[in-house]
């Protein structure tokens, strides 16, 4: 039940045509302060209609509007304070959260239409770091969004699995490796000879050169250079699905930048008949000048294709295979200028669905301070950080819950969902530092204080003995703790539908937290199972948060213990 939007009619029954029901809805504020009401409108913009000065206006609407889930309307200055029927509210809102449970906040806006969703993509050849960990849980958590408000997500693991970089592990492997080696720890000693090719370089820059004729090489279908790609490509996979399983992730494609090279030719004779190649000493690009970006360059001059062109391919696909309603890409914010590019040269191509492409850009995990490099070969390895959260969440829960039962399997849910909570919590265009230690806390705003909150409800459901809440009974409650709950409840609909409007999971986080909060003030504050009138409403306010919480984390994607 929308109740700013109830009030916005009471509203607009006394005004008339003053103001549109949309205009009144966006004025709508919610007061910083509890005393003065749970929603405000304020009568400014009225002034110009009435010919009146606010205040004036203010204190006539006061008293001629009148809802029936309005108990009360304090005129301030020109400002009217609503205070909603508590009692009213509450039931409605906790008989709506019981009923539909986990598809409260549901919503039909995408129809069942596709979006494709570029995310995760790390490159062949290198392990999974830390830096590749906030598109594969952005990406995720945007693809639980989208699904709650009616898209169908389908989740592409856009693999580095061609490139120049290619060439360069080729040549070091020749150069400095061994099958031996190679076979015993695959990931480790093909990133140490990408390392050793990029230190050798500095020195010989030769070497950039016989990378580069590898390359080509595997362009045109040269028989070693495919055998050391194709084995690449494999132990490589092994490793990523490894990874992508312990943080419960899964993928509905895996085509690399390879899918495409079959493709890529229709693309370049697409942008001949647009007539919008041209060549520069020996080079084929396209001018972007009139939409203020530099020239994309398509093919170099030796002929070798690049990036761009490759997803040039991969956006007409996947428009014809799953004719998208949207198409995102978590990618974080440097390559903001390749995906203005990449829409400008669809657009020259006279493709108008390069408007429904939307690049989600997101900013940096550093540690210190410092950008990770996996060139230089400052790499911190995704899987030895969630190694180290859970040790982290284990030693916590052993100390504040030794007898727990499945300590192991918890740990292993608190410790990698406070990783991806910790991600997802922050704004998605900031940086941020990561410490183990500010992670994996169950104090404070972090992923194991959620989850602790959501185990303490259903400790307190359990020790109630109900065996469920009966639905078809209204639960209304007044006091302020639960108010601040309620409200919380109220407007979950709307959070889900900001987060999926901002492409914004922070938005799910931050609601989780307070919700979490609000939760764990009411608990200190009220005696919830005392015997008495009114404890199958407080029972069906502890029900209604836990419900919640747990959607709040499952569109994050972490996992809700029902014991800690």
């Not at 200190?524 to 008495?532: M, Q």
Request: glycine residues 6%; without cysteine; hydrophobic residues 40%.
């Amino acid at each position: 039940m929308d109740y700013e939007l109830m009030v916005a009619q009471a509203i607009k029954e006394q005004i008339g045509d003053a103001l549109p029901i949309e205009k009144i809805v966006n004025l709508l504020e919610n007061p910083k302060s509890v005393e003065h009401g749970d929603i405000a409108f304020p009568a400014f913009a009225l002034a110009k209609a009435y010919r009146k000065a606010p205040q004036q206006i203010a204190a006539e609407l006061g008293e001629s509007v009148n809802s029936p889930i309005v108990e009360k309307i304090e005129v301030v200055g020109p400002y009217l304070n609503f205070f909603l029927n508590r009692k009213e509210v509450s039931a409605a809102v906790l008989n709506e959260v019981l009923v539909k449970s986990g598809h409260y906040g549901d919503a039909e806006i995408g129809e069942n239409r596709n979006v494709p969703i570029d995310m995760s993509s790390p490159n062949i050849a290198k392990p999974i770091s830390m830096g590749h960990l906030r598109s594969t849980v952005i990406g995720n958590s945007l693809a639980n969004i989208l699904k709650k408000v009616g898209f169908n997500p389908i989740k592409i693991n856009h693999l580095g699995d061609w490139g120049t970089q290619f060439g360069k592990l080729i040549v070091g492997y020749k150069l400095w490796g061994s099958e031996e080696a190679v076979k015993k720890d695959p990931i480790g000693e093909l990133l140490n000879l990408y390392v050793k090719f990029h230190k050798e370089a500095e020195e010989n820059p030769e070497l950039d050169n016989d990378a580069r004729e590898w390359f080509k090489k595997l362009e045109d279908g040269d028989e070693e250079a495919q055998e050391l790609w194709r084995w690449f490509r494999e132990e490589s996979l092994k490793e990523f699905n490894y990874i992508y399983e312990r943080l419960d992730i899964t993928f509905d494609s895996f085509n690399g930048e390879a899918f495409y090279n079959d493709k890529m030719q229709e693309v370049i004779d697409l942008l001949e008949e647009k007539n919008v190649l041209t060549v520069n000493e020996g080079a084929t690009i396209v001018d972007l000048e009139k939409y203020n970006l530099n020239p994309a360059l398509i093919k170099k001059s030796d002929g070798a294709t690049l990036y761009i062109t490759r997803d040039l391919a991969a956006a007409i696909y996947r428009k014809r295979t799953y004719d998208f309603a949207l198409s995102l890409y978590a990618v974080g914010n440097e390559q903001s200028n390749h995906f203005n590019q990449l829409k400008a040269i669809l657009k020259e191509m006279d493709y108008e669905w390069a408007d429904d492409m939307h690049h989600i850009p997101f900013g940096l995990i550093t540690q210190g301070g410092k950008k990770l490099s996996t060139r230089q070969g400052k790499i911190v390895l995704l899987e030895e950080v969630l190694d180290d959260a859970v040790a982290s969440a284990l030693e916590q829960i052993e100390e504040k819950n030794a007898d727990l039962p499945n300590k192991e399997l918890i740990a292993d849910q608190v410790g990698i969902g406070a990783v991806i909570f910790h991600d997802l919590k922050n704004d998605r265009l900031n940086n941020f530092d990561f410490t183990i230690e500010e992670v994996v806390r169950f104090e404070g705003e972090t992923g194991p204080y959620v989850q602790y909150t959501r185990a303490r409800a259903m400790s307190i459901l359990k020790k109630s003995g109900l065996a469920g809440i009966d639905t078809t009974v209204n639960y209304p409650l007044d006091d302020a703790y639960s108010w601040e709950i309620i409200k919380l409840l109220q407007d979950y609909p709307s959070v889900v539908k900001r987060a999926y409007e901002k492409f914004e999971p922070s938005v799910i986080a931050k609601h989780a937290i307070h919700l979490a909060q609000a939760f764990n003030r009411y608990y200190a504050n009220s005696k919830v199972l005392t015997d008495d009138a009114q404890k199958p409403a407080r029972l069906a306010l502890v029900q209604s948060v836990a419900t919640i919480l747990k959607e709040d984390l499952r569109l994050l994607g972490v996992q809700s213990p029902d014991q800690m």
